[in-house]
T-cell receptor, first 113, second 111 residues
């Protein structure tokens, strides 16, 4: 089985500052890794994913995450956040059959002006 | 449709009442998942279908929970004799492979 830990339940940050949302996972098998974002009153949306290849993956809105196998981490970063990035972010893992996704408890990113 | 559709968006049930939650996945998506998201928590896996076959129901919390997808498309999650601890957002997701598309969820409140 797999599990995901998001240590920070809330991260307040000022606009244009950098941010890192931490995600660690545990698994006895190879996994795929995902970050989902949930804006207020909306469903979960895929932000980015790591399936194979380059360990650094990027989203279209400036977020990036790096898969670190030795540290079993998949931290999400953005060098300069916007007010519109205020949302809850969920890290998730799945086995390589995509039969089940395991989610972390989420990190609420609050970007202040 | 354009995305995964869930209905109703909100449901208030009296304790002991049965409820049925509907999920319309994206057309052609083979895989369908149900998740339960309690307040302040991440989504917790309930069950998984591949077409009409329920391949994994290990996350269903009790035998009061039942899910079906008889024709491999629309799915229904039924909760019998609802209890207060069933209050949560129930999320449905469909997937072609490698990416899960989520609906907006049904917020169930048991009073």
């Amino acid at each position: 089985a797999q599990s995901v830990t998001q240590l920070d339940s809330q991260v307040p940050v000022f606009e244009e500052a950098p941010v890192e949302l931490r995600c660690n996972y545990s698994s006895s098998v190879s996994v795929y890794l995902f970050w989902y974002v949930q804006y207020p009153n909306q469903g979960l949306q895929l932000l980015l994913k790591y399936l194979s290849g380059s360990t650094l993956v990027e989203s279209i809105n400036g977020f990036e995450a790096e898969f670190n196998k030795s540290q079993t981490s998949f931290h999400l970063r953005k060098p300069s956040v916007h007010i519109s990035d205020t949302a809850e972010y969920f890290c998730a893992v799945s086995d390589r059959n995509f039969n089940k996704f395991y989610f972390g408890s989420g990190t609420k990113l609050n970007v202040k002006p | 449709g354009a995305g995964v559709s869930q209905s109703p968006r909100y449901k208030v049930a009296k304790r002991g009442q049965d409820v049925a939650l509907r999920c319309d996945p994206i057309s052609g998506h083979v895989s369908l998942f149900w998740y339960q998201q309690a307040l302040g928590q991440g989504p917790e896996f309930l069950t998984y279908f591949q077409n009409e076959a329920q391949l994994d129901k290990s996350g269903l919390p009790s035998d009061r929970f039942f899910a079906e997808r008889p024709e491999g498309s629309v799915s229904t999650l039924k909760i019998q004799r609802t209890q207060q601890e069933d209050s949560a957002v129930y999320l449905c997701a469909s997937s072609p492979r490698g990416k899960a598309f989520f609906g907006q969820g049904t917020r169930l409140t048991v009073v």
